[in-house]
C-alpha cells in the first residue's frame, strides 16, 4: 500500500472518529440489523429519551431489546475507530424470534424493535414517547356506494408504506398514490354498518398529524406464484421536502400542524436479490451535517450526490427506508412528571 492510499485511510479514521461514527462487524449475517443500528444512532432523539430510563429492573434481561439498544447506542457514539460491540443485541433479538444467520426484511425488522421496546420497558411514559417520535395518526373514511353512509375510524403508522410502480417513480408521486381514493369491490367489499350487508365502498385516508421522525418505506419486494421478487426501478426523492405546498390535499380537516418541512436523514439501501441480498446505510451526521456511508464495519465520509445513486434504474443498489425529519424549533423531551 502506497504512502499516499495510508494518509488517505488514517485520515478518513481520524474523521469517523472525532465525530463517533463507528461501524459494526457482519456476525451471522447481520448487515440488516447493522444498517438499522446505524439509522437508530442517527436518530439521537431516541438515544436522548433512552439516557432518561432507569434501566435497572432490566439488568440481566437477555431479552429486553430496549436495554440492549441503549447500551449500543451508547457505545456506537464512543470516539474508538474500531467497530462497536453489538453481540449481545443481535443474540437479543434472536431469543425475540429474529433469528441469527437468516435474512431478515429491514423494515420487519424496525417496526419489531420499535413494538418491543414499546412492551419492555418499565417506564412507559418514555416508551410512548419514543414511539410518538415515529407515530403517523391516520383518519381513514369508508364509504358505503348503496347508501352512501360513511364510516370514519382513526389509527396510526410507525413507517408508511409506499407502493413501487414498475417503472419511474418520484416519492411524492408515491405518496400521493398512498392517500388516493380506492374502490373496495368483490371480495373486498366492507360490512355497511347501515345497510347490515357487505356492499362496493370507496375508501380515503388523511393525515390528522405527522411526527418528528418521518419513517416511509419503499415496497420493492413482489411476491408472486410463491417467489419473490425485488423492482430496483428509479424512486427519486428530495433532501428536503414540505407537506404543506406539495401535499397539502392529504391532510383532514383535523390537522393542525404549522410546521411540515423535513430533512431527510437516513436511508436504508438493499443491493442485490430479494431473497439474496446485503443492506447498507447513508447517515447525515447531526454536527457536521455530512453524509456518511456505513457498510457493516467500514464508515466513511460521502456525498447527497452518492446518496442520489440509490434512486434505482441502473444499480441493485436501492433504497429501501427513507427516514426524514422534521425541521422545527430544537426537540426537547417532555419533562418528567412527579407526584
Known amino acids: 500500500m502506497s504512502a499516499r492510499i495510508c ?22 449475517l447481520s448487515c440488516c440489523v447493522n444498517s438499522l443500528l446505524q439509522t437508530f444512532s442517527a436518530t439521537w432523539e431516541i438515544a436522548e429519551l433512552l439516557e432518561r430510563w432507569d434501566a435497572a429492573g432490566a439488568k ?24 462497536a460491540p453489538h453481540r449481545d443485541f443481535l443474540h437479543c433479538l434472536d431469543q425475540n424470534s429474529f433469528r441469527l444467520n437468516v435474512q431478515h426484511d429491514a423494515d420487519e425488522v424496525f417496526l419489531s424493535i420499535l413494538n418491543f421496546i414499546h412492551q419492555q420497558m418499565d417506564n412507559k411514559v418514555l416508551a410512548g ?24 375510524e382513526t389509527s396510526y403508522m410507525l413507517s408508511l408504506p409506499l407502493y413501487v410502480k414498475e417503472d419511474d417513480n418520484s416519492l411524492e408521486g408515491c405518496m400521493n398514490s398512498f392517500f388516493e381514493h380506492q374502490e373496495l369491490r368483490g371480495i373486498n367489499s366492507c360490512f355497511c354498518a347501515h345497510c347490515g350487508t357487505k356492499n362496493p365502498s ?9 411526527p418528528r421522525i418521518l419513517c416511509m418505506n419503499l415496497k420493492r419486494f413482489r411476491n408472486s406464484r410463491g417467489s419473490t421478487r425485488k ?35 437516513a436511508v436504508v439501501v438493499h443491493c442485490g436479490y430479494a431473497m ?8 447525515r451526521h447531526r454536527e457536521n451535517k455530512c453524509w456518511y456511508y456505513a457498510d457493516d464495519s467500514h464508515v466513511q465520509q460521502t456525498t447527497w450526490e452518492e446518496v442520489q445513486r ?19 424549533e430544537e426537540w426537547r423531551p417532555r419533562p418528567e412528571l412527579s407526584g
Request: glycine share 6%; with cysteine.
Open 276 to 283: 439474496f441480498g446485503h443492506y447498507t446505510a447513508y447517515v
Open 129 to 152: 414517547e419514543i414511539q410518538d417520535l415515529y407515530k403517523i395518526s391516520v383518519e381513514t373514511n369508508l364509504q358505503c356506494l348503496k347508501c352512501n353512509s360513511v364510516q370514519t
Open 60 to 83: 440481566g434481561d437477555a431479552r429486553n431489546v430496549a436495554l440492549h439498544l441503549k447500551r449500543v447506542l451508547d457505545a456506537m457514539r464512543g470516539d474508538l475507530p474500531q467497530p
Open 231 to 265: 423492482l430496483d426501478c428509479r424512486v427519486s426523492f428530495p433532501e428536503t421536502f414540505d407537506f404543506s405546498q406539495s401535499l397539502q390535499h392529504v391532510f383532514s380537516g383535523n390537522f393542525a400542524q404549522n410546521e411540515c418541512r423535513y430533512t431527510l436523514y
Open 310 to 328: 440509490t434512486y434505482g434504474g441502473r444499480h441493485s443498489r436501492t433504497a429501501y427506508m427513507l427516514m426524514y425529519r422534521r425541521d422545527s
Open 7 to 28: 494518509l488517505c485511510f488514517s485520515r478518513l479514521t481520524l474523521v469517523n472518529h472525532l465525530f463517533g461514527m463507528r461501524g459494526l462487524s457482519n456476525y451471522c
Open 202 to 210: 370507496r375508501q380515503g385516508v388523511k393525515l390528522l398529524s405527522l
